[in-house]
């Protein structure tokens, strides 16, 4: 009897292991179904398999994370993402290396949410319950890195804010049509540590992403560094809010030659726009246009290069300070149907120097006929929940 209970024992314990091992097969693919009980999951290793973040969870990003070339990483609606404190090669970010794909689509009423471990946010919740909206610095942020074309010293780079012993960091290439997936309905917030030597991570930093990518429908909010920073590439991105940022709002390199379409700049550390030129062989230029802009206490407008390629058009300033300028007129600069605010005293040269005033119409606050459909960020956005958005007027 003792025998029989022993075998029976046995099988018993066989058959359980059988079906875990199953299961652990069946699921090398996808991290989340492996913690399908779990609501706060850590992810410590780069993303080399397909993988899905499920709505209604919350994902700890413990180091800088990568998702590999060949890989996708799908973040359903709802989705919470959190950094882990560091700096230096500590630092958390989400890269989506060269070759790999985000699928970041949240919904008006589910966006995807970026923030700090230390924010108590949680799913279903818009705007954070412990953390003010200039705190920042907390974690890294999100690179997405193509192989769209770039004007640089060589046909790929490293991007800025991740280390050069990461390879993952590289960007750049010769397909213009690139596509790295799609970011939508998106807040990515306190984000911009420092890996070392005053070279912080932007919010949303796009390298050599090409025009296959799909941006839209997203926020940057208290970031250290700039809040999206384009490296080349022919990506656009449309309904975009940029506050707080600690340094650039809005910041181009390398040529990018893409479109920015629909946005709102809120308060910036440095400037509103930095706008560089090309810095290599091939020369491109890109098109900024539907914007309000509320410059409160940045220390400029729009920073130019003498080679800068840009077209900015529909685009209101409003709430500027003395000692603020949009300082230089470049040849490849063009610009109709600009509109600000004058302070009461000076004029609009004083502000728009080198001959740029000529685009610029002086305005009462609230009677601009140009600048950003704020209509676009209701409901999903924290800068619209905020109230932030209240003084945006078209």
Known sequence: MKRDLRLI????????????ACDKDDDD??????????????????????????????YILSSRISVLSGVTLTIQPGVIVKGEAGTGANATALIIARGGMIMAEGTETQPIIFTSIADEIKPGQIASPNLDPDLNGLWGGILVLGTAPISADAESVQIEGIPPSDQNGLYGGTDP??????????????????????????????????????????????????????????VNVKNAIVWNAGDDAIDTDQSWAGTLD????????????????????????HIIKNGSVKADDADGLVDLDDNSIVEMMNIYFFNIKEGQDFDLNPAGLTATALQAVIPTGFTVADFFTEGSDAYVTAVNAGSNTVGADKTKFQNWSWAAVSGALDEVTK
């Open 177 to 234: 049509q690139s596509n790295s997936g799609v970011i939508r309905y998106v807040s990515i917030r306190h984000g911009g540590a420092n890996i070392g030597e005053g070279n912080e991570i932007n919010g949303l930093t796009l390298g050599g992403v090409g025009s296959g990518t799909i941006i839209e429908n997203v926020e940057i909010i208290a970031n250290q560094d700039d809040g999206i920073e384009w490296f080349g590439g022919t």
């Open 262 to 285: 629909n946005f709102i700049v809120i308060n910036p550390g440095d400037e509103c726009f930095e706008l560089d030129g090309p810095e290599g062989t091939m020369e491109a230029g």
């Open 29 to 58: 693919d996808n991290d989340d179904n492996n913690n399908t009980n779990q609501t706060e999951i850590i992810v410590s290793q780069n993303i080399s398999a397909n993988t899905t973040w499920t709505t209604g969870k919350v």
């Open 9 to 20: 024992a046995f099988l018993f314990s066989a058959l359980l292991l059988g079906f875990t």
